[in-house]
């Protein structure tokens, strides 16, 4: 070894004159000892839970994604990420704690989504997580109510506007879609 290159140290005795060299190697394995006292006795750097978790983090928004998705998931990082550093780990518990706060189904079954895309991007990539087991919520259709008198519906429509009055006529007999199909008569 000699330069500090491989521990991230400046240090490079073979730059000094001679006669300085020997106090700049001395410094250089001082530093070099101490960084592998620090890493276990070893070159390779020990990260810890929360520098591996920004650097996933980081990696995954390199990603081209939407900003208004790169916005959820951000937000969504910085809950996870103050659950890491304050208890150490995220628990599956507290994962799933973020969706269930919504009532609306919809609302519901989108952060769950999202939650799951940074928990298993965290997952695969070597991070201890444990990934969430909530399934997706389904939406109860709500149908509308059946017209009992439609001759006398018709009639009130009728009196009310002429127009409106032909449209639902051509609705309701020819079973048209009125969102679309009898907006663009013409």
């Known amino acids: 070894m000699f330069s500090g290159k491989k521990i991230g140290s400046s240090v490079n005795p073979n730059k000094f004159p001679l006669r300085l060299r020997k106090n700049e190697t001395i410094k250089l394995a001082k530093e070099v000892y101490g960084y592998l006292?620090?890493?276990n006795y070893s070159f390779k750097k020990n990260i810890n839970k929360i520098e591996l978790f920004d650097l996933l983090v980081k990696k995954k928004m390199s990603e081209p994604l939407s900003s208004d998705y790169k916005?959820?998931?951000k937000r969504l990082v910085s809950l996870l990420r103050s659950e890491l550093a304050s208890k150490g780990s995220i628990s599956v518990e507290f994962?799933?704690?973020?969706?269930l706060k919504y009532k609306t189904i919809t609302s519901y079954n989108t952060i769950r989504r999202h939650?799951?895309?940074l928990v298993n991007y965290l997952y695969?990539?070597?991070?201890d997580i444990t990934r969430s087991k909530l399934k997706?919520?389904?939406q109860t259709e709500s149908l509308?109510?059946?017209i009992d008198d439609v001759k006398d519906l018709l009639e009130r429509i009728k009196m009310f506007n002429e127009k409106l009055y032909l449209c639902c006529v051509l609705t309701y007999c020819c079973l048209l879609r009125p969102h679309q199909?009898?907006?663009l008569l013409k």
């Open 144 to 146: 509308h109510k059946p």
């Open 37 to 39: 006292i620090n890493n």
């Open 136 to 138: 997706s919520k389904r």
């Open 115 to 117: 939650v799951n895309v």
């Open 124 to 127: 695969e990539n070597g991070f």
């Open 71 to 73: 916005k959820i998931l």
């Open 181 to 183: 199909e009898i907006r």
């Open 95 to 99: 994962i799933d704690s973020i969706s």
